[in-house]
């Protein structure tokens, strides 16, 4: 589905995360179920952003500048009016994290 550039920066790519959004001029209501950054480039950092709009969920995927003097518009300065925002699947994923860990041994063992 098509959303609107404008829409799509300031709503989700920088919205709040849970926050609804009423339907306005701009775009349809919605909420932002989750952003993720998923990679990183020199300048900027890649995220996806999963968004609820019209009872479906769908992912934006948009870049951010690492710091204010990297900021740049997060869907590209030349991209159309109208972004395409395939629709997706939301599920959630447990996920196990083993470490090792260390501590200074003692003289009594």
């Known amino acids: ?3 609107k550039k404008e829409w799509l920066q300031e709503a989700i790519a920088w919205g709040d995360i849970g926050k609804s959004y009423p339907a306005d001029e701009f775009g349809p209501d919605s909420e932002v179920v989750s952003r993720e950054k998923v990679g990183e480039g020199r300048w900027h950092n890649r995220f996806e952003a999963i968004f609820k709009s019209g009872g ?3 992912l934006l995927k948009f870049d951010g500048g690492k710091t204010e003097m990297q900021e740049r518009d997060a869907l ?3 991209a159309p009016d109208e972004i ?3 629709e997706v699947e939301v599920f959630e994923e447990v996920e196990t994290i083993t470490r090792i860990r260390h501590r200074p041994v003692t003289a009594n063992g």
Do not use: L, R
């Open 84 to 86: 395409e925002c395939p």
């Open 1 to 3: 589905m098509k959303f």
């Open 76 to 78: 590209g300065d030349y």
């Open 56 to 58: 479906k969920n769908y």
